[in-house]
């Protein structure tokens, strides 16, 4: 009796052997997404400038090398360093000999109004959201075009604060640089098209995350205030926004370019 073969479950969405960097995933969203990515077969660098990751990604990393076969490794930068960010990208490149896609999630955050905030500090929030996104694109694309490949992947995290000023939550600074990174996903997906470099952003809604729950020990209203403001009635996840990234970085997308995910419960839908 011949045994049947098992064929894989939608293979458009497989990472098998694909190389990719998260920034910003020492922890949290960009964490969990590069979790995501050791699932769906991809060896995953972590960028982040926490001296250490969370304890958790240990515990992820050894979970992709006994149960995935895939690796995940951490280094310790800046995104604003822009010439060791250059070598640092080189030699992952190097080391693999290919280099598919990026997930650039790092990023800062600060509440303050716009008659107190300074200029050190809107300059502080630019040189990290946008800048050091754009450096980080930049990096990771001149090894794509270096090494010759058919393309790759790029998903920049945006968020729905860069569509729409958000009632009840005092950053103009940090609106105005997720604005900026839609904006830039757009820019480098049309000079990148020509290279099979694809650039999408993702923009997501409220995610409780550990700086959430700290915020919302100090304003306790907020928790229903934010889930109140979208269709759903509810607060989103990190895991909600990992088949986001593994859809992106895979040819399951390979036909979008330019494009902004947005995954904030209805809340720009009203």
Partial sequence: MATSVEKPVLPEFSLKDKVIIVSGAARGLGLVQAEALLEAGANVHALDRLPEPSPDFAVIAERAKKEYGTSLTYYRIDVREEEKLNDLVKSIADEHGRLD????????????????????????????????????????????????????????????????????????????????????????????????????????????????????????????????????????TPNEYRGAAVFLLSDASSFMTGSDLRIDGGHCAW
């Fill in 101 to 236: 896609g990026l997930i650039a999630a790092a990023g800062i955050q600060q509440e303050t109004p716009a008659l107190e905030y300074t200029g050190a500090d809107v300059d502080k929030m630019m040189a990290t959201n946008v800048t050091g996104v754009f450096l980080t694109a930049q990096a990771v694309a001149r090894q794509m075009v270096r090494l010759g490949q058919k393309g790759g992947s790029m998903a920049l995290i945006a968020s729905m604060s860069g569509t729409v000023a958000n009632r009840g939550l005092i950053c103009p600074a940090y609106n105005a640089s997720k604005a900026a990174v839609i904006q830039l996903g757009r820019n480098l997906a049309s000079e990148w098209g020509e290279y099979g470099i694809r650039v999408n952003t993702i923009s997501p809604g409220y995610i409780v995350t550990a700086m959430t729950e700290a915020l919302f020990d100090k304003y306790p209203e907020r928790r229903a205030d934010w889930a109140n403001g979208n269709m759903l009635g509810r607060l989103s």
